[in-house]
């Protein structure tokens, strides 16, 4: 560039540049040295420059450059520097342009820990000496000199490292459905904090290998002051566990991204080989236990429907195989009361895409027995499991405690269908529990409290020899289910897919059985309201 154009420049920009010292600056003297340093690198440049397009950000970005050079000498002649670095105290007059290198240096600040950020920032963005510091943190100074020079030297390392970010930062996770054994508490367990994507996403990154909160970081394309807070409030529920190391993992099973199709077909068809071993010797135990109870209400008259929910609450609750490991490692304690094993479904894909699944397992998915009682009225409560052979809809969010006592008010004549107890006589119809001619619609069980429990212990237990028989029939798909899963999972999936052999999913095997071979008929739309659904209570409807 010519001289008189780059006189010309400056004589404009003169007052700016000034001003900036200024600001910066705490005593006039400094303002008008800082200010020449300014106009002085100004010009040099200008003069070796040929065409500049973006004047106002190349000039503020000087600026910025001459006053981190100024603020690094001021921080020398007090024994600290942090160099290689230009740091500015603030960003007013930061460019929309600004250069590659403090970009990176930001980035850096980011993933440094907690205390270390703060007294970086504080130090030469605050401009803080460090006796204040030392008060301010309640840290001795040598601590606070510690950490600044620890800190350089982590920043100058990741300034030239390539940060890579992990394939949950390119492609997160989400999730599909929820479940959980055991007591969830108030917040219905892990569903509370997973349904949010960000905390979805730092709990997956720990599962398969345990990592710190900057690997979580990086893995998740963000910088650790953006998540620490979340991962403390993960940790302090139970979501994640922190191991030595300050690295983090989890004991909540998600299912894995990739599955065997073949395995999945061989444990369906060992669980088939079960269903028919139980049809032949364990239902009609079943069938025998409950032969004499005539205390219950069926609509229609069709017994077979108790019968088929006994059945199924019998292999649901009788049925479990001898826990084989402790499970209590996996056990998720939450600050609100819960403690449960709980379990993640994301989507997933076939390891063996070409091979032939032979079996609909959508099929055989029914929710685990749903309990339900009254504080109001102790005598009150519920079974039900929810089935391809029901027409009830929603699981457990659509099976409200409150269904059953307004049916138990509507059975003892304590409400009238008027206007006061139109919203309960609506509820009523919506779940078809009362006809439109006001019959009840489901089994009743009568007895006092405990009545539930007393026809529990009428179902009889799985003998010794059947627990054997499918434990090795279990194990080995078991074992091999474990390895598609993180080595710290395996004991939970072992005892799972064993412990668990004679699922929720045999149930529906062993009523397919029975109602495909004509031991029970088929059921009418009306009778799949309440199929495997029992309320108990003090009175039997009219």
């Known amino acids: 560039m010519d001289k008189q154009k780059a006189d010309s420049i400056i004589c404009e920009y003169l007052p700016k540049i000034y001003g900036f010292a200024i600001k910066k600056a705490f005593f006039y003297d400094e303002a008008e040295e800082l200010s020449s340093d300014i106009v002085m690198e100004v010009y040099t440049t200008l003069l070796k420059s040929e065409e500049i397009y973006n004047l106002d950000g190349y000039i503020w970005r000087i600026c ?79 601590t606070v000199k510690w950490h600044l020079n620890k800190a350089r030297g982590e920043m100058k390392k990741g300034f030239y490292m390539e940060r890579k970010v992990g394939q949950l930062g390119i492609h997160p996770i989400e999730s599909a459905q929820f479940g959980h054994s055991g007591c969830t508490g108030p917040r219905l367990g892990h569903e509370y904090y997973l349904k949010d994507k960000l905390n979805l996403n730092i709990v997956y990154s720990v599962y398969y290998t345990p990592l710190t909160k900057e690997e979580i970081a990086e893995e998740l394309g963000v910088t650790p002051v953006f998540i620490e807070d979340r991962i403390k409030e993960l940790e302090d529920d139970g979501m994640i566990t922190r191991l030595s190391g300050d690295r983090y993992t989890t004991y909540l099973c998600f299912n894995p991204e990739k599955r065997s199709l073949e395995l999945q077909d061989k444990i369906f068809e060992s669980q088939m080989e079960a269903a028919k071993i139980l049809v032949d010797e364990y239902v009609p135990l079943v069938r025998e236990a409950i032969k004499d109870i005539d205390n219950v209400y069926i609509p229609g008259g069709n017994r077979e429907l108790f019968e088929a929910a006994a059945i199924t609450n019998a292999i649901m609750t009788k049925c479990f195989l001898t826990p084989m490991r402790d499970l209590s490692k996996y056990h998720i304690k939450t600050a609100d009361g819960g403690d449960f094993i709980g379990f993640v479904v994301i989507p997933s894909e076939a390891s063996d895409p070409d091979y032939k699944v032979k079996y609909d397992l959508d099929s055989y998915i029914c929710c685990g027995g749903m309990y339900n009682g009254s504080n109001k009225y102790p005598s009150v409560g519920s079974w039900a499991v929810d089935t391809k052979y029901c027409s009830r809809e929603g699981y457990f969010y659509n099976n409200h405690y409150t269904d059953y006592e307004y049916l138990y008010e509507f059975m003892k004549g304590m409400i009238s269908d008027d206007k006061a107890n139109e919203e309960k006589f609506n509820r009523l119809r919506e779940r078809k529990f009362i006809t439109a001619d006001n019959k009840v619609n489901i089994m009743v069980m009568k007895g006092e409290k405990g009545t539930e429990e007393a026809f529990y212990a009428t179902l009889p237990e799985l003998s010794e020899e059947l627990k054997r028989r499918f434990v090795d029939i279990a194990f080995e798909g078991a074992v091999a289910k474990a390895q598609e899963y993180p080595e710290h999972m395996r004991d939970l999936i072992i005892c799972y897919n064993t412990t668990y052999f004679i699922s929720n999913a045999v149930a529906v095997m062993v009523l397919d059985i029975l109602y495909g071979n004509g031991t029970f008929r088929p059921l009418t739309e009306n009778e799949k309201v309440t199929s495997n659904l029992i309320m108990y209570c003090d009175v039997l409807p009219e």
Do not use: C
């Open 64 to 142: 910025n450059h001459v006053y981190a050079k100024f603020v690094r000498h001021k921080k020398r002649q007090e024994g600290f520097s942090i160099e290689g670095f230009e740091i500015p105290y603030e960003q007013d007059f930061l460019p929309d342009d600004a250069d590659e290198e403090m970009r990176l240096l930001r980035r850096e600040i980011a993933f440094l820990s907690k205390t270390r950020r703060e007294i970086v920032y504080s130090f030469y963005y605050e401009d803080n000496s460090i006796a204040k510091i030392s008060k301010d943190m309640n840290i001795p100074e040598g």
